[in-house]
């Protein structure tokens, strides 16, 4: 059981790598590098209120994909084609089966639900920085991220 542990933590990370590459590419930037310090273990939801920049978004994917978390993205309602673009970037990453999730559509309804939901461990908010009330009342953390 270990063995299999560790050769699917050497896949997420090389996923990971790839990701980078293939996002860096798509954008025709680098990414920058973003650790994920202090958050509870489990999944990760990456809410997205305003449209963030596509760099940002993909380097925190990177970052999730780096600690073997699986994520669930839930991009701002203006900017959908831009997330489909990034979970297409992690199936050319040949990121492993569910480790990125796309929900889409929604409102705050959609958001709120989806930080009660079993398993969540936190949110991250790229973007710039709006009133976001209700989320501080949110059942998990909630990491704030300016891009």
């Not at 090389?14 to 920058?32: H, K, S």
């Not at 990034?86 to 480790?99: D, F, K």
């Amino acid at each position: 059981r270990f063995a299999q542990e560790l050769a699917a933590r050497a896949e997420t990370l090389a996923a990971a790598r790839r990701m980078e590459r293939v996002a860096g590419e798509l954008l025709a930037r680098p990414l920058p590098s973003l650790p994920l310090p202090g958050l509870p273990p489990g999944v990760l939801v990456l809410l997205g209120a305003v449209p963030a920049p596509p760099e940002l978004v993909a380097a925190l994917i990177a970052a999730a994909l780096r600690q073997g978390r699986a994520l669930i993205l839930k991009p701002a309602p203006r900017a959908p084609v831009s997330a489909l673009v990034l979970v297409e970037a992690v199936r050319a990453a040949q990121a492993p089966p569910g480790a990125v999730n796309l929900l889409q559509g929604g409102g705050a309804a959609t958001g709120a639900a989806l930080l009660s939901a079993p398993g969540v461990a936190a949110a991250l908010l790229p973007g710039k920085p709006v009133a976001r009330v209700p989320l501080l009342q949110a059942p998990v953390p909630v990491r704030p991220l300016a891009g």
